[in-house]
């Protein structure tokens, strides 16, 4: 009965969701997709590389941030990276749960289909609450989206390993 048990909360254990992979991985995540989006927008669609920032900093700024003129502005990029960070985590903490006991290989494929959902989501659902979030559909946002959600569930599954590891040893 008692290896029973112990094996049922090893299970349990191994399910659970490493809160600090969560938030480490949905900050590298968040990292990765502004570093592609400031790089490929003027690269390869052409436009400003705070074009994004703007945007994103509009959800709690209001719209007067919104480009043009789509420039540098320290206080408009703060906001956007903060307001970027928080999604970030939550959306990796929505994709742990769903991958937490999955192999790498699955969770990787999970993790693109979860970025391709979450640009339709974001660009074309919540256009009713941001009609702004128009302007951002495009291959560029998709890509960096998918890219995004890859990359939070290889963080996670790393940082959760490694923690998973480390209270094993």
């Known amino acids: 009965m008692e290896n029973e048990h112990s094996a049922a909360m090893g299970v349990r ?3 659970a969701v490493g809160w600090g992979a969560v938030i480490g991985a949905g900050v590298i995540a968040s990292v990765v997709f502004q570093v592609l989006e400031v790089l490929l927008i003027p690269l390869v669609g052409g436009g400003s590389p705070w074009g994004p920032a703007r945007m994103i900093a509009a959800m709690v700024m209001g719209p007067g941030v919104l480009p043009p003129p789509a420039t540098f502005d320290p206080t408009i990029v703060g906001v ?3 307001v970027d960070v928080v999604l970030a985590i939550a959306y990796t903490a929505i994709l742990s749960f769903v991958i937490r006991g999955w192999p790498l290989g699955r969770a990787v494929l999970a993790g693109a289909g ?3 959902a979450l640009y339709a ?3 074309y659902g919540f256009t009713a609450v941001f009609p702004w979030f128009e ?3 495009n291959g560029v946002t998709l890509f960096t989206h998918i890219v995004f959600s890859v990359t ?3 963080a996670y599954k790393n ?3 490694r923690s998973t590891l480390a209270r094993r040893a």
């Open 152 to 154: 939070a569930v290889m």
């Open 135 to 137: 302007m951002g559909r």
């Open 159 to 161: 940082l959760h390993g």
């Open 13 to 15: 254990k191994s399910m």
């Open 114 to 116: 979860f970025g391709v």
């Open 80 to 82: 956007a990276l903060v």
């Open 121 to 123: 989501i974001n660009f």
